[in-house]
């Protein structure tokens, strides 16, 4: 492991001149000046064996701009998305003549709801994502054509539902039915894959708080998605932004929505037990 | 008139950056726009501020802010782009402050221009140089 | 008119008479630049806002030229004098010739 760590730290030398250190900071992220986040954790018990003192949010990786749009939910655009999943919400779609008001009534029951996913459904005998429920929803409950995967409108959805459980704490269970995924998760998240042959962990773990090239490495954690980036200017969704990372190792991806996927977001979803749901964050 | 092997390389490595790299804004193109907002008038240092980061993390949403006491207008040119105009700001009687914020594009590392039109119809300038960074691993 | 276009403002819902407010506006736009290509390697046409005014009652607050370098989802912040009730009128104008609008009434006292 020790040698592995250190090969990964060559190779990104190697590839990326720039690596320099530059830690998070330690500022606090304060939501429309009264919802305190949790943006720094205890280590979740399940990595208690890792080299790592906290678990942290994204946020403390960017710049005081980069984080500053997330502090007022006006100048944050991705709550342009959010309303636009208000619409979505309220619209009556499929042969049933539902829309999710008409079981769910108002977006605030869905409180509490993004901090517990992916979990697993005891009638469908699987660990399901968010975006697998709400697709769930809209073929059985809706008689609808379910969402895309990584599309707008699942992402409108996706932030629509966790800007209610913002500030709650991410809860996901491992143990029980779910735990097979969970391993399976782990698994996936220290295999190396691609020309590059770079797990998640050889960046998010090993060398979280360096740079590659310009970019502030993180820790990986999801607890901010769906995430609006300055570099597309439009919300991010979790299994986008996997097929992403796993790309840039040179590989060919996993689909999102495939069962490798849901078990990868299982599992980093756990790695941010405890991190306040931030979605829809801003991220560069 | 005969190339050097020297003179070759140095059009060809002119050619290729021409061909990669996006045609910045002429310096001209530049000028021609500041002398048609001031007419050709002088520019003064002081008595326009621009905000700008000294390093954006991505160049698609760099926030910008810019004020001037007193001015009518401020234009916000971004010289390194494939056209500089970016926005100017024409204040009325209603406004509160002469003082806007608003998110632009920057192809790459360059210098921000503002220059303010005050109300005794002076102008002033000022510049602010804006390192655009690259992402870790284009992802 | 532009798919998915909404105008979102910011404005305090009373004010002292002759109090300097922020305002805030922000509209979902794809400021398409006119600089960029499609994976058949063809330009893809500009098509972005390129005006946005603020007025109060009738006197103009802000009126701005706006050009490509104006980021997606255009954002403005500044600031306005309220010396008595009355209606901020914000209009965003497209390429396109559609017209956004959007208007705040402000009470005083």
Known sequence: MKFNAMTAVAALMLA????????????????????????????????????????????????????????????????????????????????????????HE????????RAVYPKWDEEA???????????????????????????????????????????????????????????????????RTGQ?????????????????????????????????????????????????????????????????????????????????????SVRN | M?????????????????????MPAMASQTEDAIAEFTGGADLADGGVD???????ENGNTVPIEVSAEGASAIMVLAAGNPTPGVATFNFGKGAGAQRAKTRIRLAGTQDVIAVAKMADGSFAKTQKTVKVTIGGCGG | MAEGVRPRVKAPRSAEAGEVVVIKTLISHKMESGQRKDSDGNVIPRSIINRFTCEYNGAMVVDVEMHPAISTNPYFEFEATIPEAGDFQFTWYDDDGSVYEETKSVKVG
């Open chain 2, 2 to 22: 005969d190339f050097t092997r020297r003179d070759t390389l140095a059009i060809g490595a002119a050619a290729a950056a021409a061909t990669v790299l996006p």
């Open chain 1, 16 to 103: 990326v001149p720039g690596v320099a250190s530059a830690g998070p900071d330690d500022d606090t992220l304060v939501i429309n000046g009264e919802t305190e986040m949790t943006t720094k954790a205890p280590v979740p018990a399940h990595m208690e064996d890792l080299p790592m003192d906290q678990i942290m949010s994204g946020w403390h990786f960017r710049s005081d701009e980069t984080q500053a749009l997330e502090m007022d939910d006006f100048d944050n655009p991705g709550m342009i998305f959010v309303d636009a999943g208000i619409d979505q919400w309220n619209a009556v779609e499929g042969s049933e003549g539902n829309s999710c008001a008409s079981c």
């Open chain 2, 50 to 56: 621009l905000d700008a980061p000294e390093i954006a």
């Open chain 1, 106 to 113: 108002g977006p605030d029951s869905m409180t509490g709801v």
């Open chain 1, 196 to 280: 590059l042959e770079l797990s998640c962990a050889n960046c998010h773990e090993d060398n979280y708080g360096m740079m590659i090239r310009a970019d502030h490495l993180s820790q990986g954690q999801i607890n901010g998605f769906p995430t609006y980036r300055l570099k597309n200017a439009k919300l991010n969704t979790v299994h986008a932004r996997f097929k992403g990372c796993v790309r840039d190792t040179r590989a060919e991806t996993y689909k999102p929505g495939s069962d490798e996927f849901v078990a990868l977001e299982l599992y980093v979803a756990s790695r941010g037990n405890g991190l306040s749901v931030e979605g829809p």
């Open chain 1, 125 to 191: 005998g699987e660990v399901q994502t968010l975006a697998m429920q709400i697709n769930d929803c809209r073929e059985n409950n809706m008689g609808a054509e379910p969402y895309k995967y990584t599309s707008g409108q699942m992402a409108n959805m996706e932030a629509l539902i966790s800007v209610q459980s913002r500030g709650m704490p991410v809860n996901v269970a491992i143990d029980g039915p779910a735990k097979e995924t969970w391993e399976k998760g782990k698994e996936l998240y220290y295999t």
